[in-house]
């Protein structure tokens, strides 16, 4: 436990802070983040390392991803790389872990939703590639309360291609971005920020395998190409309060992982019973095609991942 002193800081990063009623000047018992990681979180937008699974679990986590992608054609494909939460029983257990939870609590409040999971694998020595772009220009989520814990299942250095972010970039409003569709953009849309980065400023979030990265939804970031010898490879965990809204769809799901849901904005998950659980796969199926849906708005393939012009979506 530690005590955090919240400042007379107008530019709060989690609202939620401001819900769990806590008046300038008090103190409130943080569960598991120090007042330093809260107070970097709010200034940086981001903070790392924070403990996110055991050696041995990433190596085991791995080894079920990899059998997983040897008895499905090879590397993860598009449609398993969202919402895998509702497929891998680990993934389900893992984003409802106390532990990372409390980091999450610390940051939104008791009540928990857990929106999406994205995979993050890049080949050894390939090109794919994350240009700088901000989350909540494309996910549709009505808040500023989204926190990401990106767990690395693989070193993450500045060699295989670590993140990097732009510190303080989440206190600007959604900076112009573009569609590039760049070949080996990770991003759905090749989605980039149309200003100049000084790169200078950005930091390396370099991790050990099993080591997590917390971050803002509006932080700048982005990645470079992985030129070693190993996957590098990442899954990253969203969670949001159930005061959050989808702006850009008129459905959607979520898992509820901790508290209660007081708003009733979107359909709950079902938790998967093991792996390929045939009720939550169902679900996935819809969750994951309403997730293209609002990826590829206003694109042609806001419909259907062949367009009519026979162009099939990157993914
Ligand atoms: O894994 C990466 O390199 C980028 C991750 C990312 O963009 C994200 O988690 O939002």
């Known amino acids: 436990m530690s005590t955090y002193r919240r400042q007379g800081c107008p530019n709060l990063l989690f609202p939620s802070m401001i819900g769990r009623q806590m008046p300038a000047g008090e103190e409130i018992m943080a569960k598991v983040l120090t007042g330093d990681a809260i107070e970097a979180l709010r200034r940086d937008g981001f903070h790392f390392p924070i403990h996110g699974v055991s050696e041995v679990d990433a190596a085991d986590y791995r080894l079920q991803l990899e059998t997983f992608e040897n008895e499905n054609g090879g590397a993860l494909k598009g ?13 389900a257990d ?18 928990i939703m857990c929106w999406n999971t994205h995979w993050f694998i890049k080949e050894a020595n390939s090109a794919s590639f994350v240009s700088w772009h901000q989350d909540n220009n494309y996910w549709g989520l ?19 291609g670590c993140m990097r972010m732009l510190p303080g970039s989440h206190l600007n409003p959604i900076l112009p971005h573009v569609d590039t569709n760049a070949e080996h953009n990770m991003l759905t849309r090749g989605q980039t920020i149309d200003v100049d980065i000084d790169e200078n400023l950005a930091v390396d979030v370099e991790l ?11 932080i700048a970031h982005a990645s470079y190409p992985n030129q070693s010898d190993d996957r590098r ?3 990253a965990l969203r969670y949001i309060p159930p005061t959050a809204k989808q702006m850009l769809a008129d459905w959607d799901s979520a898992a509820l992982v901790r508290g ?18 045939p009720v939550a796969v169902a679900f996935h199926t819809r969750a994951e095609e309403q ?14 991942r062949v367009s009519t012009s026979g162009a099939r979506a990157p993914y």
């Open 233 to 235: 490879i990442a899954v």
């Open 291 to 304: 997730q293209r849906q609002i990826l590829y708005k206003d694109t042609e393939w806001a419909d259907a």
């Open 208 to 218: 050990k395998t099993g080591d997590a990265a917390l971050f803002a939804y509006q």
């Open 142 to 160: 009505d808040t500023e309360d989204l926190v990401s814990v990106w767990v690395a299942l693989s070193p993450a250095t500045i060699e295989s």
């Open 94 to 111: 893992l984003v409802r872990a106390p532990h990372i939870l409390d980091a999450v609590e610390d940051l939104i409040g008791p009540n």
């Open 79 to 91: 449609s398993h790389r969202f919402k895998s939460h509702l497929l891998f029983k680990w993934l």
């Open 260 to 277: 209660e849901d007081t708003h009733g904005n979107f359909e709950h998950e079902p938790l998967p019973t093991c792996d390929l659980d």
